[in-house]
């Protein structure tokens, strides 16, 4: 029996811990469902960023301050393509993508004669359905929805998505457990007894969990908080144009219990758990650990949530020797996470601000205007953010740089979470409402999917992210 089928055949088995838990768990910080949040709406034409210094065993070492100017772009103006699936795209009208992603630009998203890829030739987001149990795979190009796919054998409350270099999605469920499902229907696998591939064709087509078959694997945890997700670059050999030893890595806790946060790691291929990293140090709230992403270095970054007055610490792990240092936080009440091209995390606070962490100073940046939610950087060096509070809906662009606001684009959403960029360039906003929003960011326009169940995901949707930090476009 191999590790897919041992999955599908055990699904009250834990593998690692004892039991698993079905508890439900609601998102932290702004929802929509009433959670309280303050914060300044980022949209002032006056920044200031301010510096501090903090030691490894998280206490403040020092602090400078200085101001800078931003100047916004107070085009909040957009024009709406369609409010439908249908819309027309950049692949189906001729258009060039929104920036030069290395060689011929027909073999988007990667490419594999310069070794900047795996050899793909698709660009897919995928988003999290957290009320129907459930991830939507939505082709970036044409706007159609290829695939809907059950993420859990109960109530998983999935939130966050983490594509990896080949195309593939890890998706965590809030109440515990982590979900492998192939990009590709060549990969899938039959094994539920039924002649040919059972698997979901999209707009709304879901399979039952024992016979959809493009669920590579499921591997339940006994956590009762278990947000961050990210996969691991792996190794990409390009006679075979093709990655391998790629890794799921996973932070999760019991919900408001310090002490008991664990960062696990798993085989991409098999679901099997290699490594557990039990953090005794970590300070929890009820959310606790919340976003997590790779830098250049191939190590793990994640950060916890402080929306619920714990202490908010930010933490990396060596990909190799297993070990982790914990610098606190400016207290701007983490949301989004993402990490940039030089290797600097960076934390969206929807009060409070958005920080950027220095590595090598270790040093947080703060630009205490501008506050927002999921955050993500693109080919060139702006981060873009959902913007919070909601006195108005969209996103806007913060440079990677400067940490000055230089752009913003209005949106007609439903509380606007996740921010993620595709392999075209265009920005995408994914709501906590039916939709998704693909944005052109040279010219505002936009077109929106919909029919979206309780979306929710804000974390690397596309994969681009990781792409951007392993082989940077420049």
């Known amino acids: 029996m191999d590790g897919r089928q041992g999955n599908r055949a055990k699904l009250g088995q834990c593998w690692a811990l004892a039991a698993c838990t079905l508890a439900a768990c609601g998102g932290g910080g702004p929802s929509g469902s009433g959670d309280a949040a303050d914060g300044e709406s980022g949209i002032s034409a006056t920044a200031s960023m301010t510096t501090a210094g903090s030691q490894t065993d998280g206490t403040t070492a020092g602090s400078a301050s200085a101001s800078a100017s931003a100047s916004a772009s107070a085009s909040a103006s957009a024009g709406s393509s369609d409010t439908t699936a249908g819309t027309t795209t950049a692949a189906d009208s001729g258009e060039d993508p929104k920036f030069d992603v290395g060689g011929n630009r027909s073999d988007v998203p990667h490419s594999c004669g310069d070794g900047k890829g795996g050899g793909t030739d698709f660009s897919y987001i995928w988003v999290a359905d957290s009320g129907q149990n459930a ?80 669920v590579a694997w499921y591997v339940p945890m006994a956590y009762t908080t278990q947000r961050p997700v990210a996969w691991s670059p792996g190794v990409f050999d390009e006679p075979s144009c093709s990655y391998s030893q790629e890794k799921v890595w996973t932070t999760g806790a019991q919900s408001g219990v310090s002490g008991t946060v664990v960062t696990t790691v798993i085989d991409g291929d098999s679901g099997v758990i290699e490594q557990e990293i039990p953090m005794p140090e970590i300070q929890i709230g009820y959310f606790g650990p919340y976003g997590a992403a790779f830098d250049p270095n191939g190590d793990y970054w994640f950060v916890d949530s402080g929306n619920d007055g714990a202490t908010q610490e930010l933490v990396r792990v060596d990909h190799v020797a297993f070990t982790y240092d914990i610098w606190t936080t400016p207290a701007i009440s983490p949301y989004g996470f993402t990490v940039d091209t030089l290797g600097r995390p960076w934390i969206a606070g929807y009060a409070g601000g958005v920080a950027r962490f220095d590595p090598a100073t270790e040093t947080f940046d703060t630009n205490a205007a501008i506050t927002g939610l999921g955050i993500q950087e693109d080919a060139n060096g702006l981060m873009w953010m959902a913007h919070y509070p909601w006195d108005w809906e969209g996103v806007y662009a913060i440079d990677r740089d400067t940490m000055q606001l230089v752009d913003m684009v209005a949106l007609p959403s439903n509380l606007a979470k996740g921010v993620s960029i595709d392999f075209f360039g265009y920005v995408w906003v994914v709501d906590q409402g039916t939709s998704a929003f693909r944005v052109d960011p040279d010219t505002h326009d936009f077109d929106e999917f919909t029919g979206l169940t309780s979306p929710y995901t804000y974390s690397d949707m596309t994969g681009w992210g990781l792409k951007n930090v392993t082989n940077p476009e420049g």
């Open 135 to 214: 991830v939507s795979k939505i082709n970036t190009q044409t706007m159609i929805e290829e695939g809907r796919y059950l993420v859990h054998p109960g109530n998983g409350n999935p939130s966050r998505t983490s594509v990896s270099l080949s195309g593939d999605v890890a998706i965590a469920n809030r109440n515990g457990g982590v979900t492998k499902v192939y990009a590709k229907p060549e990969d899938c696998v039959d094994d539920n007894g039924m002649p040919g591939i059972q698997t979901s064709s999209g707009g709304g087509d879901v399979l039952a969990w024992d016979v959809e078959e493009c």
